[in-house]
């Protein structure tokens, strides 16, 4: 009988951190000669991690993005993030390290079917998780993100039914933190669904007193066990605040290098799955320290898109960044 994976443990960094490797170095020398800004999400690598400008999650990098001077922006996540750059800053160029590297979540919402949706009923209000396509986004009236979707949804119209797309995981959540009804589209990020109830229950097992964090794209049933459930950048700052030495985090296992940076001297749990001992999301991995050596050293591969798409799609995006302020 095979035995379930045992959560994978990350030890406080030693004092000093990890000093730059060789690719590292390079990676830094083409970002100044190329005039480039590094963006990556919690999810990335740790050695991407190492060399970005600014780390951080989906509404902290919109508006790092929205406020480049620098002539070209490499993002260091997927393509609907490196989309988001370009839809509110479209005068810089935006390279992708991997433009293969798609997202589950993004991909259960093609924009032809929303589009029929909202012919079906035209009253509905298209609240649109930041995780989808600018297809999506065009045809949304705001987007929000995991950090501020309950504080968005609150300021939706009363006398309109909302659409939530394509997280109902997340959608559920916001829907009973605001208690607002909402349609929820059938999607989901297929790396938080992995989590289970009795995976989450074997690490708070093996590590008695650990409080739990999890990201809302969870499930209910796991949500239910967390002592807080909060968007990545929350988790940082709730992290910090923990007395515990030692805390689990449900989201994927990129964030602990970042908590690790911000957070010294605990020690962090990665929630395993029924399969996993850390939960990795294999589309945010497709990025590389190689391959984003290779796009600012080539310039490509590039984000294009069409202006009359931007454009549509920068007004619920500007939307959020306004609301959210």
Known sequence: MKLPPVA???PPLPAGGTPLSALQREVLALKREKDALILAHNYQCEDIQGVADYV???????????????????????????????????????????????????????????????????????????NCSAAVKALSDVIVTSGNASKIVSRAPADRPILFVPDQNLGHWVSGKTGRAMQLWPGNCYAHVQFTPAAL???????????????PECTEAVRELADMVCSTELMVGWCKEQTADTIIVTTESGMIHRLRREAPGKTFVAAPTDRCSCNDCKFMKMNTLEKVRDCLRDGAPEIRMEESLRAAAEIPLRRMLEWSR
Do not use: W
């Open 56 to 130: 951080g999650d989906s509404l902290g990098l919109a508006y790092k993005a929205a406020q480049a001077a620098q002539s070209t922006i490499v993002f260091c996540g997927v393509p609907f993030m490196a989309e988001t750059a370009k839809i509110v800053n479209p005068s810089r160029r935006v390279l992708l390290p991997d433009l293969a590297a798609g997202c589950s979540l993004a991909d259960s919402c093609p924009a032809e079917k929303l589009a029929a949706a909202k012919a079906a009923d035209p009253s509905l209000y298209v609240v649109a998780y930041i």
């Open 8 to 10: 994978a443990v990350f």
């Open 201 to 215: 229950l074997r690490a708070k097992a093996a590590h008695p007193g650990a409080p739990v964090v999890a990201h």
